[in-house]
């Protein structure tokens, strides 16, 4: 073999080298990227799942929305395909990629409505609770009484996070912290007045029924508030949202109508980018 031979076989051997470490750092990158991701991800849907109250285990949200993103992207691929006359692979599998990416995050989002529906039903609640326990004051009750007459009589999710209160209150933990906790975990801004309420009469000694009275009143006042600005932005925000689908819902009639016209965004690294980074 002459010399030629020789550093041709030598630049291609080292060629090959560095691909293949190339290929080894990027799929440990990737790996640690992808594990660091899932650990985030298992945390984060553990404490959703404890803040709607649901026994499943966080890895199976993970499973589900990684299903849901193959059942996604696989129907979004047959629909294209059968749907354009011009189908082509990278068009396949750019409509593929951006389907799996909006339902991946659907089970975590089902996850925060849940939530929100949660909080909404807690706080329409609240303001029957304060008069509960107004009255088992005025009664002559203690106020851990009180409270546990509100597990007993109130629906839910109210009784369970009472339940929760008072049960911390019987290991041991003073009321003071347990009504923060409670504040911490509902994110409530209707409890943090409560709660700073109880807190502020128990240690200056302050007439607690007379200001549970007020707050009733006053969240009763705030939530008529918020139900007339819901109703009077109800129009407004359904415009926002027909708005921000249109561009979706155009897109993809002009790529069932206009093949040809919208082929630049499948067939360009350039149209490409530009759909994943919409």
Known sequence: M???GVMTLAASVCAFLCVALATMVLVDFVIYVSARYKEKFLQQTAAEL???VLQVPPGRILDVSLALSAFGGFMAITFSGVGSRNWSLEQGI????VAAGICFPLPRLYLRFLKQHRLRKFNQQLEN??????ASLKAGFSINQALNGVVAESPQPTAFEFQLLTNEVRLGVPLDEA????VARLESPDMELVATAIITARQTGGELTV?????????RERMRINNKLMAMTSQGRMQAGLIGVAPL?????MSAIAPGMMAAFYHSSLGILLLVAT
């Open 50 to 52: 404890d803040d709607v």
């Open 211 to 219: 200001v549970l009275a007020r707050l009733a009143g006053l969240i």
């Open 94 to 97: 750019v409509i593929g990629v």
């Open 249 to 253: 819902v155009l897109f993809f009639a």
């Open 179 to 182: 009504l923060e906790k409670m």
């Open 129 to 134: 609770t304060i008069m509960s326990i107004s």
């Open 2 to 4: 002459d010399s030629s």
